[in-house]
């Protein structure tokens, strides 16, 4: 079966500790991206990759980073920076990364801060 | 700031009846244009992509883009109880190179009353 799989489910981050998400696809996607959604909002762009070792901060890149060492894995890191990391977080992957491009979304992870 | 507008609901339909979900945008250049369905706690799935003025009919679905206008709106005939979601209108960027940066609205929630 081919798709996107994030890990865990769920995480709890402790104050000042950070924290790895993981994203995985074997769609053969050379484009990944990483989205948060806060409740009752819609989803906001982290960063993005359109091919291994190279990727762009989105919107809201602050307190993030994130690695493309591998076509297949694209990982995001939350760090102590980030004062308000409590929310939803999608990773999707499109073919190449062109515009008009349909982006397909991973199960989420939802961050919870202890 | 690129801006996507939907109204938040509920949208409250009976079943059988059918639902009509706006959205709105502010950047004249979008090309692409998409609808994604979200259940409560799961990750967003594409319903319609839409690319030029006009209609797009897939099922129950249809999508209609006017470009002039800078609208784009979903209409779900014969509504289940099944379309019970929140429906995410999602608009590239706008910008004509090989980026695939989505701004999306913040969801209307509908639900379809037996």
């Known amino acids: 079966d081919g798709g996107i799989t994030q890990s865990p489910k769920y995480l709890f981050r402790k104050e000042g500790q950070n924290v790895t998400l993981s994203c995985e696809q074997n769609?053969?996607?050379?484009?990944m991206y990483w989205y948060r959604q806060d409740p009752g909002q819609g989803l906001r762009l982290i960063y993005y990759?359109?091919?291994?070792?190279?990727?762009q901060k989105g919107d809201i890149a602050e307190g993030y980073s994130v690695s493309r060492e591998k076509k297949e894995s694209f990982p995001l890191t939350v760090t102590s920076a980030q004062k308000n990391p409590t929310a939803f977080y999608l990773c999707?992957?499109?073919?190449?990364?062109?515009?008009?491009?349909?982006?397909?979304f991973g199960p989420g992870t939802r961050l919870l801060v202890l | 700031q690129k801006e996507v507008e939907q109204n938040s609901g509920p949208l409250s339909v009976p079943e059988g009846a059918i639902a009509s979900l706006n959205c709105t945008y502010s950047?004249?250049?979008?090309?692409?244009f998409f609808w994604y369905r979200q259940y409560s706690g799961k990750s967003p799935e594409l319903i319609m992509s839409?690319?030029?003025?006009g209609d797009k009919e897939d099922g129950r679905f249809t999508a209609q883009l006017n470009k002039a206008s800078q609208y784009v709106s979903l209409l779900i005939r014969d509504s289940q109880p099944s379309d019970s979601a929140t429906y995410l209108c999602?608009?590239?960027?706008?910008?004509?190179?090989?980026?695939?940066?989505?701004?999306f609205g913040g969801g209307t929630r509908v639900l379809v009353k037996p």
């Open positions: 999707a992957s499109s073919i190449s990364g062109q515009e008009g491009e349909t982006q397909y």
């Open positions: 769609l053969n996607h050379d484009a």
């Open positions: 990759s359109h091919i291994v070792n190279d990727f």
């Open positions: 950047d004249r250049g979008s090309q692409s």
């Open positions: 839409i690319y030029s003025n």
């Open positions: 999602a608009v590239n960027s706008g910008i004509k190179a090989a980026v695939n940066k989505l701004t």
